[in-house]
């Protein structure tokens, strides 16, 4: 729709007022981070030069201890979910045999359900597993929480790929795991691309999980250790926290302004087809 | 039929590893939680059974029923003010201007922001000598300043309130996206037909929506119910049980007081009332969309 109607003048200005207000907090986060100690706690006051101790204070082995283990985690999580989700949303949108049939609405049924209630045979499952205080653990847990979705959305995108294309590969000789891998797997690109772009967020942004699995803080992830950081440092100065605030966000704005096209169309794909 | 089975063998083996860690990280806790919900358990030792007493205190409880009130209270402010301003904002950028794609950028920023970044600035500027009270001391509105967090009153409306900064861009955006999807030929036909203004919104617009409509409802209410990065930060669901939400009623129960049987309690209360919700929207929604 892309004649469809003008906005007038008024409704534009309109918007753009209440645009600047929702991006509000985030300059507003990003300027307490040049801010001197000095006018640090007056509100009103902006940075009068550039001060970047507190980046200086943040910029630390811990941060970059977290960055690492957090980008282990999300990109561990997403990949063991593509792996296992494709192949499971194939295969459950090709066969229909009853087995298949019970699998389906127990991934629909972890649509629904919330993990609150399972966290803590989940840490005992964990204990008892070695897995506790593992980012391994994470990228399970993630992944598990992800198949339902992940699930739907690739049989959703298997039923638009013709059979004809495997029972030719089949009659040529290419076994199912090649085909699906070759031929198939590339077609379900789409599904990948949105998966990624509507996930990716919620492990890097999470807190929980990580907050409850996790104690060491070799292992912590950057969420849970901004969380530390106020309340361990309450009572100095935030400085530092807002810094590392600006730097836990950093990456996943990057990702959002470089993906921001494909996010629309891929949303519009996940809601159509899912 | 060989073929057949040859098939059936090869599908199940793709369904397999899925299968695995989805039973074993996700199903199997949740059929155990099930059972310790009737327990009184605290981590250490065997657990007791003691049949309904969990599910019987977790009324009494101010914690949790505080949280549930709020959480109620949270879904009603979605589905009425959340719901109808993303709409008007996709509704809005669905037109062609100049500026749109800054627009749309703008609202839709907040949503990749973490709730753990969220609280810290927006706890900055909620604090008594923080960034809003000096704006409202300024433009002279200095007698409702007020300690937004630390007051009974003022501390859940705050964070409602928080919320909307990143639901109204997540929701207008799905609205949006299903907007888009509307063939622009029914317009045409609509117009053909005499339809003008609220009338085309009434009769094309909403009802192709619907898709959108329930997703973003269903996001509304389940957001509230299992809301708890904000007020664990923010509050810890103080003062007194005033911002408590139904899972940070759980998380505390649990990891702060080790009641690990009365806190699965109150999780699978938390699960019944999603899976309600799940269902009671469906089937209002499935209803709505084949009207048209």
Not at chain 1, 180 to 204: D, E
Not at chain 2, 53 to 72: A, F, R
Not at chain 2, 248 to 275: D, H, M, P, Q, R
Request: proline share 4%; charged share 10%; aromatic share 14%.
């Amino acid at each position: 729709m892309n004649d469809s109607k003008r906005a007038s003048l008024g409704m534009e200005i309109a918007l753009i007022i209440a645009a600047l207000l929702f991006m509000l907090p985030v300059l507003y986060l990003v300027a307490m981070t040049f801010k001197e100690p000095g006018i640090f706690y007056k509100p009103l006051k902006l940075p009068d030069q550039l001060y970047l101790e507190y980046y200086k204070q943040a910029l630390g082995v811990e941060f970059f201890r977290s960055l690492w283990n957090t980008l282990l985690i999300t990109i561990g999580g997403l990949s063991l979910t593509i792996f296992v989700a494709s192949m499971a949303g194939y295969a459950l949108s090709r066969r229909k045999e009853r087995g298949f049939q019970i699998f389906f609405y127990l991934f629909m049924s972890g649509m629904i359900i919330p993990t609150v209630g399972s966290l803590i045979p989940l840490f005992k499952l964990a204990t008892s597993l070695h897995l506790i205080n593992t980012r391994l653990l994470l990228v399970f847990l993630y992944t598990a929480g992800f198949i339902p979705f992940a699930s739907f959305l690739y049989a959703a995108f298997t039923k638009s790929i013709p059979r004809e294309l495997e029972e030719s590969a089949n009659i040529d000789g290419c076994g199912s795991v090649r085909t699906f891998w070759v031929i198939i797997f590339p077609l379900l690109l789409p599904a990948t691309g949105t998966f990624i772009l509507t996930n990716a967020y919620g492990i890097w942004n999470d807190f929980l999980t990580p907050l409850i699995f996790l104690n060491s803080s070799e292992k912590m992830t950057l969420m849970p250790m901004i969380v530390q950081f106020i309340f361990n440092k309450q009572s100095t100065n935030f400085g530092p926290v807002f810094a590392i605030s600006v730097l836990a966000m950093l990456p996943l704005l990057l990702f959002f302004i470089l993906t921001q096209k494909h996010m629309l169309k891929g949303l519009v794909m996940g809601s159509v087809k899912g | 039929m060989n073929l057949k089975r040859k098939q059936v063998v090869a599908a199940s083996l793709f369904l397999v590893p899925a299968a695995a860690i989805f039973l074993l990280f996700f199903y199997v806790p949740f059929i155990q939680s099930i059972y310790y919900s009737f327990t009184d358990w605290s981590g250490i030792g065997a657990p007791t059974f003691i049949g309904w007493d969990n599910y019987l205190h977790v009324w009494k409880d101010p914690h949790m029923t505080e949280g549930l009130k709020n959480s109620l209270k949270m879904a009603i402010f979605g589905l009425l003010v959340q719901n109808s301003l993303a709409l008007l904002v996709a509704i809005s950028l669905n037109r062609q201007f100049r500026t749109r794609s800054f627009i749309r950028t703008a609202f839709y920023l907040p949503v990749i922001i973490s709730l753990v970044v969220a609280s810290v600035v927006w706890g900055q500027m909620l604090q008594f000598d923080g960034f809003i009270n000096a704006v409202l001391n300024q433009i002279g509105l200095g007698a409702i300043t007020e300690d937004w967090l630390g007051n009974v009153k003022t501390s859940f409306p705050s964070i409602i309130l928080l919320t909307q900064w990143q639901a109204i861009g997540y929701c207008a955006i799905i609205y949006l996206a299903g907007l888009q999807a509307i063939p622009k030929d029914m317009y045409e036909a609509a117009e053909i037909e005499g339809a003008r203004g609220f009338s085309l919104f009434r009769y094309i617009t909403l009802p192709m929506l619907m898709p959108a409509v329930s997703i973003v409802l269903f996001l509304t209410v389940v957001g509230a119910l299992k809301l708890f990065d904000l007020p664990y930060i923010l509050t810890n669901g103080g003062p007194g049980t005033s911002s408590y939400t139904l899972f940070l009623a759980v998380y505390n129960a649990a990891f702060k007081e080790n009641n690990y049987g009365y806190a699965t309690a109150g999780g699978i209360v938390l699960a019944i009332f999603i899976v309600i919700v799940s269902i009671v929207q469906l089937t209002f929604t499935r209803r709505k969309e084949v009207e048209l």
